[in-house]
């Protein structure tokens, strides 16, 4: 693939400075491995929440006639991009957008690693903790996860949410809780330390699982959407 083009980062933002070291590198990795896949980007950080620059003002500032792709450094749908990205995207001609990070199974087996590196054992539940959403296909998205992650352990996972969907966190903690077993573990679905890891944190749980990143894998995955979507764009000019 021989493609030239504007890549825009975007991510949600956070003040956390270890948060943002980890989204940084995220980038230059998603850089670098574009370019050794033959993809030729020219890469723009930008956030939609907490930092700058906004999207908004990056996609903007981009020549005008130059294709450009925004590719969310974000682990599911949301209102981020059914309404942020969306719009940002139809307001800049030539400008398209590709799919968030996850789903992915590679990232079940990620979090699966952070869960053994965390000490899970037989008899310990298990909990995949994501940021939340009404958007009910990014809900579904994370039931997805759960899903596959119960696959790789081989024991049943819940989906919770730290904000705006259902069950909560901390309900799924109790509810573990009272069903008994050893400890209630939770898998962090969040890329980068910030305020939803640290709502984890304060939940009940025994062990919260460190965030997605660093991870070469996350890299791949980002970089499979952006190819998926160049792909698809290549198709509808041919």
Same mark, same amino acid.
Request: proline fraction near 5%.
């Given at each position: ?103 992915? $199974?590679?990232? =079940? ?5 952070? *869960?053994?590196?965390? /000490? &899970?054992?037989?008899?310990?539940? #298990? ?56 400890r209630v573990f939770l898998a962090s ?12 944190? $304060?939940?009940? =749980? ?5 965030? *997605?990143?660093?991870? /070469? &894998?996350?890299?791949?995955?980002? #970089? ?15």
């Amino acid at each position: 693939m021989n493609e030239s083009m504007h890549v825009v980062a975007c991510a949600h933002g956070t003040d956390d400075q270890d948060g943002q070291r980890a989204v940084d590198c995220l980038r230059a990795e998603v850089a670098d491995l574009s370019r050794r896949r033959g993809i030729d980007v020219r890469m723009h950080e930008a956030y939609v929440d907490v930092q700058g620059p906004r999207l908004d003002d990056v996609l903007a500032s981009l020549p005008v006639g130059e294709r450009a792709v925004v590719l969310p450094l974000l682990l599911s749908t949301g209102h981020h991009t059914q309404v942020d990205i969306r719009r940002a995207v139809r307001s800049r001609p030539g400008t398209l957008a590709a799919a968030p990070v996850g789903p992915d $199974r590679r990232l =079940a087996v990620l979090l699966a690693e952070r *869960l053994a590196q965390a /000490g &899970l054992d037989d008899g310990d539940r #298990v909990v995949l903790a994501s940021a939340g959403t009404r958007v009910a296909r990014g809900t579904e998205e994370v039931v997805q996860m759960a899903a596959w992650l119960g696959e790789e352990l081989g024991r049943p996972v819940t989906a919770a949410f730290g904000a705006a969907a259902e069950p909560h966190v901390r309900d799924a903690v109790r509810h573990h809780r009272a069903q008994g077993g050893r400890r209630v573990f939770l898998a962090s679905y969040l890329l980068a330390p910030g305020f939803f890891h640290n709502l984890l944190t $304060r939940s009940g =749980a025994d062990v919260v699982t460190s965030p *997605l990143l660093p991870s /070469g &894998l996350v890299a791949e995955c980002a #970089v499979d959407r952006l190819a998926e979507v160049l792909h698809l764009a290549s198709h509808e000019d041919s």
